[in-house]
Every structure is written in C-alpha cells, then in structure tokens.
C-alpha cells in the first residue's frame, strides 16, 4: 500500500508584541482538538497556502518587499508572504504588513472573515473591499521546516515574523479556539510541565525568541541574512 502523503506549502507567523511589565510577547493559538494535525496544539497564525495568494491583483497592491521576500524565500515568496497574512486574518483578525485604506465597520469585518474561512468569499474580494495596501518590508523570513515523512499530512513551512499590529487577537472558534500572548520562555516552560503541547517548529521558535528583550531587538536580527533556517 503506498502510504506517501503530499508536502504542501505553507506560511505562519510569529507576531511580536511588548507587554509593559514583562517584555517580548508572542502569539500562541490553540488548534480546535478536531483537527487531524496538531490537535490542541498552541501554534503561530498560519496555514496552507491557496492558489489565489498569487494572484496579480495582489501584486499590484505591494507597494515594497515583493524582490527581497523572493529573493529570500524563493520563486514562492510572494505568494508565501501572502498567505502568512491571509491567515493571520482568518486565525486570528490582525491584519499585518499592510494599511487599510477603505476599513469597514467592525460588523463588516466579522463577516468577511467569516466569509473567507468558510469559503464563501476569497482574499481577494476582501482586499479590494478594504482597499488594503502591503509592505512586505515588514515580514521577516527567518526559518523553513517540513513536516516528518508520515501520515496525516505534511507541510512545508515557511515561518516570518512581524510586529503585532493595534488591535487584540480573537480566535475564530473553528481552526483555533484560544488566544494567549505568551513570553516565548514561560510557553516552553509550560510545555515542559505537560500543561499545553507544542509541536517541534513552534518551540525551536520560542526558544529563539526567548533570548530577545523586546519585539525591535527581535525583528532587527530576524530581518539579517545571517538567521538560521532549519531546513
């Protein structure tokens, strides 16, 4: 029996905040216990990525960073950088590496959100209605991990980081079903404890990050060449 499972491509996010009182934040979703992969897991923002990340309308909105993400990402990166966005709205309704020049009433949003995870609407009708603009100077691409060969599936992941944007995180209550803005050492910490699960990528990232005082400091060495990518 051939048991080989397709590697599919995909992107998450670290978003990086600082808290007054206790410095770096990351963060942290819970995946909805039904999922086949990563069950329960608290993970960055992120997903798979759909053929209408690359489309040219959105291209044309890129006003920066579209050269440097491909250079450093590869043929993809556009379309990678993309989706990192893309699911940081559906997971979590944070816009990132971008500006809003039409933004819609927060009514508006929750159903265009909800649109885009069921499927019902694409990214693109949301970019065009919200006019949004993007800056992909503002992602740094610093690792690449591939999910282990194996059943259910398996991913090749692209992980970025970028300044948490105004406004809080709100689970959508399908893929993921808890906020929680973590200092990365006190999450690895808990995994430790047994108290939540982290998948291998998740807390090699927080470990990273561990060492950072604050979000600048973590974003300035990220955005340098010179990060390891673990392959």
């Keep these: 029996m051939n048991r080989a499972v397709n590697v599919r491509d995909a992107a998450t996010t670290a978003l990086l905040r600082d808290a007054p009182d206790t410095g770096l934040e990351v963060l942290l979703l819970r995946r909805?216990?039904?999922?086949?992969?990563?069950?329960?897991a608290y993970v960055f923002p992120g997903g798979a990525l759909d053929a209408a990340d690359d489309d040219a309308e959105?291209?044309?909105r890129c006003a920066g960073g579209a050269e440097a993400i491909a250079e450093a990402v590869g043929d993809q990166g556009f379309a990678l950088a993309m989706a990192a966005i893309r699911e940081c709205f559906e997971e979590a309704d944070l816009l990132i590496a971008c500006t809003a020049n039409a933004p819609v009433s927060?009514?508006?949003?929750?159903?265009l959100?909800?649109?885009?995870?069921?499927?019902?609407a694409c990214w693109t009708d949301i970019v065009t209605e919200m006019d949004l603009r993007f800056d992909l100077d503002?992602?740094?691409f610093f690792a690449h991990?591939?999910?282990?060969?194996?059943?259910p599936k398996r991913y090749s992941t692209r992980f970025f980081a970028a300044a948490a944007p105004d406004g809080e995180a709100r689970c959508d209550g399908l893929e993921t079903t808890h906020v929680w803005w973590a200092r990365p050492h006190a999450a690895v910490a808990a995994h430790d404890r047994g108290e939540i699960e982290l998948m291998t990528p998740t807390r090699a990232t927080l470990e990273s990050l561990a060492r950072y005082p604050d979000a600048a400091?973590?974003?300035?060495?990220?955005?340098?060449?010179?990060?390891?990518r673990v392959p």
């Design 58 to 60: 959105l291209r044309v």
């Design 113 to 120: 959100r909800a649109a885009l995870n069921q499927q019902t």
């Design 138 to 140: 503002a992602l740094a």
């Design 217 to 228: 400091t973590a974003l300035a060495e990220l955005m340098q060449a010179a990060t390891v």
């Design 106 to 111: 927060a009514r508006r949003r929750e159903v």
């Design 145 to 151: 991990w591939t999910t282990p060969a194996g059943p």
């Design 32 to 40: 909805h216990a039904s999922h086949v992969f990563g069950a329960n």
